[in-house]
């Protein structure tokens, strides 16, 4: 990895002196860790704006032959050699680009606890489920990483030109300046474990039920499924309800049927092949 692009998004709203305390913070934070850059975002949060956002760092800051690594803040990418021999082998079999998984990564107990900085993620969440996939019938594909020149869709999940109905205008005008033609990747899914199930998350699903994000973004139904089960279950999983799956690090994942993915993720997710 030799450049770090990361944002930081803050609500309109939001008063002046936070907005300059979470800036320096922030800041501090990157410069402490060698990453003399920091991005800043002050729009309402949803993945429209976050994808003009990025679309326009990547325009910026990227160039075609680079490869992006796409992750969010609460995900970890598992690749079963270093990273960069992992791309040297896509390239050299001319992919553009690869899909990952999501696996939800919950407490042992089935609590939702708050997040310490001081112990490993993988200690405090443990178990891994599709808990996103049973209950929200939410999408567990996302791209991992791709070459510089491919456009992704809102949230990540599909390539720009897979998706088109949920592009942003500005992202169409990129889109028709930089065509996607003949982009491939290979068949295995890279394991994205994604750490969201913590303290805080109860309040982000109930800000995404919100009237403003219920107008721009027409999953918040899967929200809406998911904190209607933490509240049928006291703030907490019911682990009987969970299917808790093992899934060896040194290996890529296999999803044979990607349109029905939410359906068959559950029964597919344990089905994995070496590289």
Excluded at 40 to 60: C, G, Y
Excluded at 212 to 240: T, V
Aim: charged share 25%; aromatic share 10%; glycine share 4%.
């Amino acid at each position: 990895m030799e450049k770090f692009l990361l944002s930081l998004q803050t609500e309109p709203d939001l008063d002046p002196a936070l907005r300059e305390g979470y800036r320096a913070q922030f800041q501090a934070v990157l410069a402490a860790l060698g990453i003399p850059q920091a991005f800043f975002l002050e729009k309402s949060f949803d993945a429209f704006a976050i994808r003009d956002h990025h679309d326009a760092i990547q325009d910026a800051h990227v160039s075609p032959d680079d490869w992006i690594v796409w992750c969010d803040s609460d995900e970890y990418q598992r690749y079963p050699l270093p990273l960069r021999q992992m791309i040297e082998r896509w390239r050299a079999s001319g992919y553009s680009y690869a899909n990952g998984v999501m696996l939800d990564r919950i407490a042992r107990d089935g609590s939702l606890p708050r997040f310490d900085p001081s112990i490993s993620v993988s200690e405090q969440y443990p178990l891994i489920c599709l808990f996103a996939v049973e209950v929200g019938k939410s999408l567990t594909r996302k791209v991992a990483v791709a070459r510089g020149d491919v456009y992704l869709s809102r949230g990540n999940h599909f390539l720009a030109s897979e998706a088109p109905a949920m592009l942003t205008d500005a992202a169409k005008v990129r889109l028709a300046a930089r065509p996607q033609d003949g982009l491939t990747c290979p068949d295995s899914w890279v394991q994205i474990h994604h750490f969201k199930w913590d303290a805080s998350v109860l309040d982000r699903l109930r800000f995404r039920l919100t009237p403003q994000w219920r107008a721009k973004c027409s999953w918040w139904q899967e929200s809406d499924k998911m904190l209607s089960y933490f509240e049928a279950h006291g703030g907490r999983f019911n682990l009987a309800d969970l299917k808790i799956i093992d899934v060896p690090e040194n290996l890529l994942m296999i999803l044979e049927d990607e349109e029905s993915e939410a359906e068959r993720a559950s029964s597919r997710a344990t089905e994995a092949v070496p590289l």
